[in-house]
C-alpha cells in the first residue's frame, strides 16, 4: 500500500477543480486555470517515477472497503502496463487545453470540465482492480466524450456523437453481462482474485466473446469500426486527440488485463479468428485510408489499421508480440494525437480539412511542415522513430512463430508508408493555396507539439526504459496464461491441440524470455 494515495489524487483532482470553473470569471480565467490543473495533475503524477521497475505485481496499491456485503472494494493499483498508459493520460490534459486555446470559442467553461472529467476517467480506467469499478469509470468516460463530439463537434456532430454512444453502449451492455458472469461463478469482483480461479471452457468462450466485442468496438477492430472516422471529423481537436491517444487503448488495455488471464482457454482457442480480424483491420484500414481527401479521416482510418497491430501482437502470445503491442499502443497515442493537433492548426488557419486546400506548405509554414513530417515518419514506422520499435516487435513476432500471416501484414507496413507520404507530399509540394496569407506556428502551437516530438525521437532512439517497464508485468502475464491453459473436459479436439502445443511452449522458460 502507498502512503501518499497518488492514484486516488491523478482520479479526482481533475474533478475537484472544475467545480471552480463555473465560478470563474472570463474566458482567459478559465484557460489559464485548466491549463494550470493539467499541470497540476502532471505534478501529482511524479511519484509515479518512483515505479519498480523490477517488479511484475501492482504497484501504489489502494484499498478500502466500499460495499462489503457485496464484496465491492475500493482497489487501485499500477503495473507496467497501466504505468505507461496513466502517464501518457496524463500528460495530454494541458496539451488538449492549449491546442483548444483559439479553436473552442463558445461554451468554454463546459468544455474544459468535460476535459478534466475525461481524464479523471480514463486514470480510473488504467488503475481500477475492481471489475464494478472498473465499469464505473468505462462508462464514465462516456459521457464527457459524447458531449465533445456532440456540442463542439462539426457539422454531423449529432450523427457522430449518437452513433458513438449507441456502439460503446452495446460493447458496454455485453461487458457488464460478462462482469456479474464472472461475479457468479467466482464469487468476487476483484480482478487480481478472479486471475487466479480456474472456469470451464464453455464459461470462458461465452465470457470471451462477451468481453472481446466491447474491447473489439473500443480499439476499433474490423468491422466494428464504423462509429471511429465519423467520431474522429466530427469531434473537436481536443476530442479527437483524447479518442485517438486514449480511448482506443481501453479496448487493448482490456484484453491484456481480462481476456488473458480470465479465459487463456478460450483466448487461445479464438486466437485464429482474432489474428484473422486483426490482419484485415491493417490491410482494411491502410487501403481506406489511401484513398481518403479529407485529412482527418484519413488519420482516424490509419489509426484502424495501427491498432490492428495492436491487438495481432496480443494474440500471438509471445513476449515480442506483447511488447510489440504495448509499444504500438504508446506511440500511436504520441503520434496520432499529435497528427490531429497538426490538423487542428491547419483548420484554424484554412477553416478546411481538405487535402486540396491546404497544399503548398513547405515554402510558407516551415515549422509547421517540419512537425508535420515528423510526425509522418513516425506514423509510417521509420527507423529512429518510437513507432518502428513497436512495429518491428510485432512482426518479429509473427515471423518468428507464423511467417505466413507476416507476410500477409507486409503489405499493411507498405500501406502505411503510401497514404502518409502521399498526405505529406501534396501539404509540401503542393500547388499552393492560400498559405501565402497564413502565419507558421505561434509560441503555443510549438508548446503542445515539442513535448511529444522530443517523445517520438526519446522512445525511438532509446526504447530501452519503456521496455524495461513493461516487461515484468508481459511476463508475468504471459507466464500465468501458459500456466493456466488447462486440458477442460469438453475442449473441441483443435483446440485441444492447440492447447498442447502451448503447453509444451510454455515449459521452456526460453519461451517466454524470447
Known amino acids: 500500500m502507498s502512503e501518499w494515495p497518488v492514484l486516488t489524487a491523478l482520479i479526482f483532482f481533475p474533478v475537484v477543480a472544475c467545480l471552480a470553473l463555473p465560478f470563474l470569471r472570463g474566458e482567459k480565467t478559465v484557460r489559464v486555470f485548466s491549463l494550470c490543473v493539467g499541470f497540476i495533475e502532471i505534478l501529482l503524477a511524479l511519484p509515479l517515477f518512483g515505479f519498480d521497475l523490477s517488479y511484475s505485481g501492482y504497484q501504489f496499491q489502494e484499498k478500502a472497503p466500499w460495499v462489503p456485503q457485496w464484496g465491492l472494494h475500493y482497489h487501485l493499483g499500477m503495473d507496467g502496463i497501466s504505468l505507461l498508459m496513466v502517464m501518457l493520460t496524463v500528460l495530454l490534459l494541458p496539451l488538449c487545453v492549449l491546442c483548444s486555446w483559439t479553436y473552442i470559442s463558445k461554451r468554454i467553461t463546459e468544455f474544459h470540465v468535460s476535459l478534466m472529467l475525461m481524464t479523471s476517467a480514463c486514470v480510473g480506467v488504467f488503475v481500477a482492480l475492481d471489475f464494478v469499478l472498473f465499469y464505473i469509470f468505462w462508462e464514465a468516460m462516456l459521457v464527457p466524450m459524447f458531449l465533445l463530439i456532440a456540442v463542439w463537434g462539426g457539422p454531423d456532430r449529432k450523427y457522430a456523437s449518437l452513433k458513438f454512444f449507441i456502439y460503446t453502449l452495446a460493447g458496454s451492455t455485453l461487458l457488464l453481462v460478462a462482469m456479474v458472469a464472472f461475479y457468479l461463478e467466482g464469487g468476487s469482483f476483484s480482478i487480481p482474485e478472479l486471475s487466479t480461479k480456474p472456469f470451464s471452457f464453455t464459461f470462458q468462450c461465452w465470457t470471451f466473446l462477451a468481453m472481446a466485442f466491447a474491447f473489439a468496438i473500443k480499439v476499433p477492430m474490423f468491422p ?45 482457442y479464438f486466437a485464429p479468428m482474432m489474428i484473422a480480424i486483426s490482419v484485415a483491420s491493417i490491410l482494411y484500414g491502410g487501403f481506406v485510408a489511401l484513398g481518403q ?72 509554414l516551415p515549422a509547421y511542415m517540419g512537425f508535420f513530417g515528423l510526425f509522418a ?64 506556428l505561434n509560441f503555443r502551437e510549438w508548446g503542445y507539439l515539442v513535448p511529444l516530438a522530443i517523445l517520438v525521437f526519446y522512445i525511438g532512439l532509446s526504447p530501452g526504459l519503456t521496455l524495461k517497464a513493461m516487461d515484468p508485468t508481459l511476463k508475468r502475464i504471459l507466464t500465468e496464461f501458459h500456466s493456466r491453459i488447462s486440458m477442460t473436459a469438453g475442449i473441441p479436439v483443435d483446440a485441444a491441440k492447440r492447447i498442447d502445443m502451448a503447453r509444451e511452449s510454455s515449459r521452456s522458460p526460453a519461451a517466454i524470455r524470447q
Request: aromatic share 10%; glycine share 12%.
Open 224 to 268: 466494428f469500426h464504423t462509429w471511429l472516422p465519423a467520431a474522429h471529423v466530427e469531434a473537436p481537436t481536443a476530442g479527437s486527440v483524447l479518442l485517438a491517444s486514449v480511448l482506443l487503448k481501453m479496448g487493448a488495455y482490456g484484453f491484456l488485463r481480462f481476456c488473458l488471464p480470465l479465459a487463456p482457454d478460450a483466448s487461445l
Open 293 to 364: 481527401q479529407d485529412m482527418k479521416k484519413l488519420i482516424a482510418y490509419s489509426s484502424v489499421a495501427h491498432m490492428g497491430f495492436v491487438t495481432l501482437g496480443i494474440f500471438l502470445f509471445s513476449i515480442r508480440g506483447l511488447e510489440g503491442a504495448l509499444m504500438v499502443m504508446l506511440n500511436h497515442g504520441i503520434t496520432t494525437g499529435a497528427l490531429f493537433m497538426l490538423v487542428g492548426c491547419i483548420y484554424e488557419r484554412s477553416h478546411s480539412r481538405q487535402i486540396r486546400d491546404n497544399m503548398g506548405l513547405g515554402k510558407y
Open 377 to 440: 515518419l513516425s506514423s509510417l514506422g521509420f527507423p529512429g522513430t518510437n513507432s518502428f520499435v513497436g512495429e518491428l516487435l510485432v512482426l518479429i513476432g509473427v515471423f518468428t512463430d507464423k511467417p505466413w500471416i507476416g507476410a500477409a501484414v507486409v503489405p499493411g507496413v507498405l500501406l502505411g508508408a503510401a497514404y502518409m507520404l502521399r498526405l505529406g507530399q501534396k501539404l509540401a509540394w503542393g500547388a499552393p493555396t492560400l498559405a501565402g496569407n497564413w502565419k507558421d
